[in-house]
């Protein structure tokens, strides 16, 4: 019987995809279980020793930090230039990236009537931007400019060129061509298309990536700060360097840098919900 | 009510004017205050001082020597000894008899070809340089410095002629050092030396083609071991290159990238259903579990690495944990943002044929989030790569220390051009793997 040649047919099939689910999900443990294994061996440190010190270094600062009693306040006053520092390269990393990422995808959208010719390129152009680490157009830049903030602002605006580009083209993909064929019917021409068709259509979303990219940047610029481009990062590396003793300096930073971050998040998720509507700002 | 609506207009011409007006207020003001905020920057990052003390040339030297090497002649007037090594190397001196063909050697005195018509001879302590279109350079070294006989006219710029030393490099690829105790010619040549096999390696120099008949024929050049297993070791144990070393490293990159975002997602996902509205009755559970992500996230890697350093030292185990820290925190509030906008229909379905709790989960729950589970947890895999490069520099180890490292001895650019084209390499892989994978689990494609 036919109905009964196709259960047998689904039953198989579902069997296969069970296993399929099965084979997958005992994949991804056994690379987890043999990947902690492996690292374990291959860390200067065993998980086991470390996990008893684990607390030791957090309590260690804290207990200096306490000892340090109200001057901590202070200290954590003192760091706040460093930190505008941080959050200056981030924020004009992310302005001049942002800038080029409009350009970027403006002329990588067909949806937009892009030049042809240039969307593959320019769409290659930005999978590159996003795939060098910022770490090393830092590090190369550091080298020529020497230790300074601009390194890390270039490299952080870099990437972040190439990684709003690629969200911006996404927007641009989406949006209504009624207005653009609108406009060119009154003889607008390509830049006035843009000005008045697309971008209004785009701003929000635009608007909301380019605050969540914000967020993101100031934590890569604090980290980038770490290996000489300035900012809290470099404040950072100099209170570690000093050792035992400089926990309270260690303890302001960490402290600082925490507050800045949540501080930025909790408004920047505040900013996005009212741009594109609440549960759709992610 | 429709002849109020006409008598009196739904938008007074007050209102109308007030918007008009802030609205062309604010496209003015924006740009200004963005042009006033870059220039203040400009001034706070000390954009001037830096481009004053910018050096542009340390670039082209980097340029020059991560695509070149140089062949050093050197003469040690002390030892009276002629020696031609790569890089200057001692490991990497040629033997009297292996000398390249542009290299004379008479004795103590030597004849260098540095071709195009640059031509230099040693005689004993005295080096003479033929620069076309400008003369011969005769420069004698003396117990305190040299003397250098120039031809006459103005003297040029690639030329330093110092009573200590004389220094001069009349185009990029050729460069004539004379002090009180040597004599040094440098001979640029493109590519990367010595990349495959040590100059020592009885395999240097050896063609593909060589190299494969080697592998398959019988006859062992080293009897402890095959020829396979020979040539692999030769290859990775090169000590220019350090092949082994850095394969391992980018192994740790990749594993602290996949360990550390399979970690975080394997906690996220049921630390997301404690924070999720639907989920949870339970307000106070609901917050302490958002407050964990917080908190999580806002330590941020930079503070979770430097502590796990700390703790564990150097190491894949360093970076993975840290970034299993940060991300549970990341995708624990993406995921539990997606329960609660779950459809609940499909929920309510499962439980009216009678599934229990569990149930309703795996088959009303999960297939409504697994795409988003997926997909992001696979673009947290990509940007965790680049992530680890930059935890690794911060001392946990990989790829990322490695660089810092090269860079740091500057010496070796070719080195660290080959570090930075293997990551942006991985990089990339890693991102077209997650992309394929993210279109074969989710679109089905």
């Given at each position: 019987?036919?109905v009964?040649?196709?259960?047998?047919?689904?039953l198989?099939?579902?069997?296969?995809?069970?296993l399929?689910?099965?084979?997958?999900?005992?994949?991804?443990?056994?690379?987890?279980?043999?990947?902690?294994?492996?690292?374990?061996?291959?860390?200067?440190?065993?998980?086991?020793?470390?996990?008893?010190?684990?607390?030791?270094?957090?309590?260690?600062?804290?207990?200096?930090?306490?000892?340090?009693?109200p001057?901590?306040f202070?200290?954590?006053?003192?760091y706040?230039?460093?930190?505008?520092?941080?959050?200056?390269?981030?924020?004009?990393?992310?302005?001049?990236?942002g800038?080029?990422?409009?350009?970027?995808?403006?002329?990588?959208?067909?949806?937009?009537?892009?030049?042809?010719?240039?969307?593959?390129?320019?769409?290659?152009?930005?999978?590159?931007?996003?795939?060098?680490?910022?770490?090393?157009v830092?590090?190369?830049?550091?080298f020529?400019?020497?230790?300074?903030?601009?390194?890390a602002?270039?490299?952080?605006?870099?990437?972040?060129?190439?990684?709003?580009?690629?969200?911006?083209?996404?927007?641009?993909?989406?949006?209504?061509r009624?207005?653009?064929?609108?406009?060119?019917?009154?003889?607008?021409n390509?830049?006035?298309?843009?000005?008045?068709?697309?971008?209004?259509?785009?701003?929000?979303?635009?608007?909301?990536y380019?605050?969540?990219?914000?967020?993101?940047?100031v934590r890569a610029?604090?980290?980038?700060?770490?290996v000489?481009?300035?900012?809290?990062?470099?404040e950072?590396?100099?209170?570690?360097?000093?050792?035992?003793?400089a926990?309270?300096?260690?303890?302001?930073?960490f402290?600082?840098?925490?507050?800045?971050?949540?501080?930025?998040?909790?408004?920047s998720?505040?900013?996005?919900?009212?741009?594109?509507?609440?549960?759709?700002a992610? | 009510?429709?002849?109020?609506t006409?008598n009196?207009?739904?938008?007074d011409?007050?209102?109308v004017?007030?918007?008009?007006?802030r609205?062309?207020?604010?496209?003015?003001?924006?740009?200004?205050?963005?042009?006033?905020?870059?220039?203040?920057?400009?001034?706070?990052?000390?954009v001037?001082?830096l481009?004053?003390?910018?050096?542009?040339?340390?670039?082209?030297?980097l340029?020059?020597?991560?695509?070149a090497?140089?062949?050093?002649?050197?003469?040690?007037?002390?030892?009276?000894?002629m020696?031609?090594?790569?890089e200057?190397?001692r490991?990497?001196?040629?033997?009297?008899?292996?000398?390249?063909?542009?290299?004379?050697?008479?004795?103590?005195?030597?004849?260098?070809?540095l071709?195009?018509?640059?031509?230099?001879?040693?005689?004993?302590k005295?080096?003479?340089f033929d620069?076309?279109?400008?003369?011969?350079?005769?420069?004698?070294?003396t117990?305190?410095g040299?003397?250098?006989?120039?031809?006459?006219?103005p003297v040029?710029?690639?030329?330093?002629?110092?009573?200590?030393?004389?220094?001069?490099?009349?185009?990029?690829?050729?460069?004539?050092?004379?002090?009180?105790?040597?004599?040094e010619?440098?001979?640029?040549f493109?590519?990367?030396?010595?990349?495959w096999?040590?100059?020592?390696s009885?395999?240097?120099?050896?063609?593909?083609?060589?190299?494969w008949?080697?592998a398959?024929?019988?006859?062992?050049?080293d009897?402890?071991?095959?020829?396979?297993?020979?040539?692999?070791?030769?290859?990775?144990?090169?000590?220019?290159?350090?092949?082994?070393?850095?394969?391992?490293?980018l192994?740790?990159?990749?594993?602290?990238?996949?360990?550390?975002?399979?970690?975080?997602?394997?906690?996220?996902?049921?630390?997301?259903?404690?924070?999720?509205?639907?989920?949870?009755?339970?307000?106070?559970?609901?917050?302490?579990?958002?407050?964990?992500f917080?908190?999580?996230r806002?330590?941020?890697?930079?503070?979770w690495?430097?502590i796990?350093i700390?703790?564990?030292g150097?190491?894949?185990?360093?970076?993975?944990l840290?970034?299993?820290?940060?991300?549970?925190?990341?995708l624990g509030?993406?995921?539990s943002?997606?329960?609660?906008?779950?459809?609940?229909?499909q929920?309510?379905?499962?439980?009216?044929?009678?599934?229990?709790?569990?149930?309703?989960?795996?088959?009303g729950?999960?297939?409504?989030?697994?795409?988003?589970f997926v997909?992001?947890?696979?673009y947290?895999?990509?940007?965790?790569?680049?992530?680890?490069?930059?935890?690794?520099?911060?001392?946990?180890?990989?790829?990322?220390?490695?660089?810092?490292?090269?860079?740091?001895?500057?010496?070796?650019?070719?080195?660290?051009?080959?570090?930075?084209i293997?990551?942006i390499?991985?990089?990339?892989?890693?991102d077209?793997?997650?992309?394929?994978?993210?279109?074969?689990?989710?679109?089905g494609?």
């Amino acid at each position: 019987m036919a109905v009964a040649a196709l259960e047998q047919e689904i039953l198989t099939l579902r069997k296969r995809r069970q296993l399929y689910s099965l084979v997958g999900v005992l994949l991804v443990i056994a690379v987890l279980m043999s990947g902690y294994s492996k690292s374990n061996e291959m860390n200067s440190g065993g998980f086991l020793q470390g996990l008893s010190k684990f607390f030791d270094y957090p309590g260690e600062i804290v207990v200096e930090a306490w000892e340090a009693g109200p001057a901590f306040f202070g200290l954590v006053i003192t760091y706040i230039p460093a930190m505008l520092e941080t959050l200056n390269i981030a924020g004009v990393a992310t302005l001049l990236g942002g800038a080029l990422a409009v350009v970027l995808a403006m002329a990588s959208t067909r949806n937009v009537d892009s030049w042809g010719p240039l969307i593959p390129v320019v769409r290659r152009l930005m999978d590159i931007m996003r795939a060098v680490p910022e770490l090393i157009v830092a590090l190369f830049l550091i080298f020529v400019l020497g230790s300074s903030p601009v390194p890390a602002m270039i490299a952080v605006a870099f990437h972040t060129a190439g990684a709003l580009g690629k969200l911006f083209s996404e927007v641009n993909e989406n949006i209504d061509r009624k207005p653009i064929e609108g406009l060119s019917a009154c003889g607008a021409n390509w830049v006035q298309r843009i000005r008045f068709a697309v971008l209004p259509q785009v701003a929000p979303n635009y608007l909301s990536y380019f605050l969540l990219r914000l967020e993101i940047n100031v934590r890569a610029s604090a980290i980038l700060g770490f290996v000489g481009a300035g900012g809290i990062g470099q404040e950072l590396r100099r209170t570690i360097g000093w050792g035992q003793g400089a926990g309270d300096e260690t303890a302001a930073i960490f402290v600082l840098l925490f507050l800045t971050i949540m501080l930025i998040d909790q408004a920047s998720s505040y900013l996005r919900g009212k741009l594109v509507g609440a549960g759709r700002a992610h | 009510m429709a002849v109020d609506t006409l008598n009196a207009p739904i938008l007074d011409p007050g209102t109308v004017f007030r918007g008009v007006r802030r609205r062309a207020w604010m496209t003015v003001a924006l740009p200004i205050a963005v042009l006033m905020y870059l220039v203040y920057t400009w001034f706070s990052f000390g954009v001037p001082d830096l481009l004053a003390k910018a050096q542009p040339e340390r670039a082209a030297l980097l340029a020059t020597d991560s695509v070149a090497y140089k062949v050093h002649v050197t003469k040690l007037l002390r030892r009276d000894i002629m020696e031609v090594a790569i890089e200057g190397e001692r490991r990497a001196t040629y033997a009297a008899d292996e000398l390249p063909d542009w290299v004379e050697v008479n004795g103590t005195d030597a004849a260098v070809d540095l071709g195009q018509g640059y031509s230099v001879t040693i005689t004993g302590k005295v080096m003479e340089f033929d620069v076309p279109d400008y003369g011969l350079i005769r420069v004698t070294a003396t117990n305190d410095g040299v003397r250098t006989e120039l031809p006459p006219g103005p003297v040029p710029d690639w030329l330093r002629d110092d009573p200590k030393k004389f220094d001069a490099r009349p185009t990029l690829d050729r460069r004539v050092q004379v002090t009180r105790t040597k004599i040094e010619v440098h001979n640029y040549f493109g590519g990367w030396e010595n990349f495959w096999f040590s100059f020592q390696s009885e395999l240097h120099g050896m063609s593909f083609s060589q190299l494969w008949a080697l592998a398959l024929s019988n006859e062992r050049i080293d009897p402890a071991q095959s020829n396979m297993s020979l040539i692999t070791h030769e290859f990775l144990d090169n000590p220019d290159w350090q092949h082994g070393e850095v394969f391992v490293a980018l192994f740790e990159t990749i594993m602290m990238a996949l360990l550390g975002t399979l970690t975080a997602a394997f906690f996220g996902l049921p630390l997301a259903f404690l924070a999720a509205r639907n989920f949870t009755s339970s307000s106070i559970v609901r917050f302490f579990t958002r407050r964990l992500f917080d908190f999580l996230r806002g330590i941020d890697m930079l503070i979770w690495s430097l502590i796990f350093i700390r703790a564990f030292g150097l190491g894949p185990l360093t970076g993975a944990l840290a970034i299993a820290f940060t991300d549970t925190g990341s995708l624990g509030k993406l995921f539990s943002e997606a329960l609660e906008n779950i459809d609940n229909r499909q929920v309510e379905g499962v439980r009216a044929t009678g599934a229990n709790q569990i149930q309703r989960y795996r088959f009303g729950v999960i297939p409504q989030i697994l795409p988003v589970f997926v997909s992001q947890v696979l673009y947290y895999l990509e940007s965790n790569t680049r992530s680890a490069t930059v935890i690794g520099a911060l001392g946990a180890g990989g790829i990322g220390l490695m660089l810092v490292e090269t860079m740091k001895t500057s010496r070796d650019w070719e080195n660290t051009s080959y570090i930075i084209i293997l990551t942006i390499v991985v990089v990339i892989v890693m991102d077209q793997i997650s992309g394929w994978l993210r279109r074969r689990l989710i679109e089905g494609k």
